[in-house]
Every structure is written in structure tokens, then in C-alpha cells.
């Protein structure tokens, strides 16, 4: 049974930061592509940033400069180090990979992580 499990959510100022932890466990063979998805009340499910097994970076354009994705493939794990905050960056937050197991590849998600940035 493969498991994510974010951390690291929580209630921040604007202008603050945030680091964001996906945990990775189970019977599992490789990742492959790591993301970071986010939606906000009423609005649709956003792919915020990706990190390839080769630890090729993307960011949706309204995080650029502020938000860090990396990986530690070790620990079968993921981070988002969010700097910068804004209001408007407030959602729950989820992680998503895709896993090979010893039978197939699947793409899994973790049950998200509330971030609130808010005075």
C-alpha cells in the first residue's frame, strides 16, 4: 500500500513562509515526476510545481521566485519552501507522484495541507 503524506501547513502572514514536506511510503520500487497541486475555495485544482526524477523544475507563473521545489529521492520525499507569501496563495495544498511498484506505474495523492496567509 503506497501512502503520500503532506506536512508542514498552517496559518502565516503575508510576506512569510512556509515549508511544505511529502512523505512517501510503502512498497515502492522508483518515482518518477513529483508534484505540488493547490486549490483554493471555489476555484479549480492547480498544478503549482513539478520535479522530474532528473530533477527537472517547472512553477506555475504566479509562484516564480518565491516557491522551491525539491526532492531527497533517499528518503523518498518532497519539499515546497514558500516564500514571499501572499493572501491569494492561501488553499490546501496537495502532494502527487507518480510510483512504481512492483506491478505498475500509478500516480498517487497525499490528503492536503491547509496553508492560510492571512493578517
Known amino acids: 500500500q503506497v501512502q503520500l503524506v503532506e506536512s508542514g501547513g498552517g496559518l502565516v502572514q503575508p510576506g512569510g513562509s512556509l515549508r511544505l514536506s511529502c512523505a512517501a511510503s510503502?512498497?515502492?520500487?522508483?518515482?518518477?515526476?513529483m508534484r505540488w497541486f493547490r486549490q483554493a475555495p471555489g476555484k479549480e485544482r492547480e498544478q503549482v510545481a513539478t520535479?522530474?526524477?532528473?530533477?527537472?523544475?517547472t512553477y506555475v507563473d504566479s509562484v516564480k521566485g518565491r516557491f522551491t521545489i525539491s526532492r531527497d529521492n533517499a528518503k523518498k520525499m518532497m519539499h515546497l519552501q514558500m516564500n514571499s507569501l501572499k493572501p491569494e496563495d492561501t488553499a490546501v495544498y496537495y502532494c502527487?507522484?507518480?510510483?512504481?511498484?512492483?506491478?505498475?506505474?500509478?500516480?498517487?495523492w497525499g490528503q492536503g495541507t491547509q496553508v492560510t496567509v492571512s493578517s
Open positions: 502527487n507522484a507518480d510510483i512504481f511498484t512492483a506491478t505498475m506505474l500509478k500516480t498517487y
Open positions: 510503502g512498497s515502492i520500487s522508483s518515482i518518477n515526476n
Open positions: 520535479i522530474t526524477s532528473g530533477s527537472k523544475i
